[in-house]
């Protein structure tokens, strides 16, 4: 996958995140560095407000990749590569393997409509509007969209109260992004 195709994609959903994302983000990133030294970082109640909304966004991806129960490796590499331009930081393996785990733990204990109506009361309206075009943008960047993931697209929209014709126009559109930088 190239790299253009990841950022014309990346840059479609950036320019509808918040602050509070782009602080989510920041959080997230000082938290994996901490990690790395072995160390511990304490986080502003705004801060962690954000951090949690950052990861509502990336677990909304994850259910988008995974539709169809399986995470195959090269999906882990997209996920990996997209996470990490998205959060405009490197991801280790490890670091991307515990947060997918996390995410598939919750769910397997929750399934999809509990993990769904977890994520559209987590998030705010602007927040939910970024983690679908995530979604959207992850689905489209592995080059190969199966009816499974569509599915899942459809349901992510209808929790978060995106109407169907606009949530198909925003998917439309970032296909069309990527098919054009490929």
């Known amino acids: 996958m190239s790299k253009h195709r990841i950022a014309k994609a990346k840059a479609s959903v950036s320019a509808k995140e918040t602050e509070e994302l782009r602080t989510g983000k920041k959080a997230l990133s000082r938290k994996l560095r901490a990690k790395e030294q072995t160390s511990t970082v304490a986080f502003s ?33 997209n996920l990996g590569v997209n996470f990490a331009a998205w959060l405009e930081q490197d991801v280790s393996a490890d670091d991307l393997g515990e947060v997918l785990a996390g995410f598939a733990d919750h769910l397997e204990e929750d399934g ?29 960047c592995d080059g190969s969209v199966t009816g499974d993931e569509l599915g899942v697209l459809a349901r992510i929209a209808g929790a978060f109260g995106i109407p169907a014709e606009d949530a198909k126009a925003r998917f439309l559109g970032i296909v069309d992004l990527v098919a054009q930088s490929a």
């Open 45 to 77: 109640e705004a801060e962690e407000s954000a951090l949690l909304r950052i990861l509502g966004v990336l677990e909304t991806g994850f259910l988008a990749v995974i539709a169809d129960g399986v995470l195959h490796q090269a999906e882990f590499r």
């Open 112 to 140: 999809l409509e509990g993990r769904l109506e977890y994520l559209a009361e987590a998030l705010d309206e602007s927040s939910r509007d970024v983690a679908y075009g995530f979604a959207c943008m992850l689905v489209a």
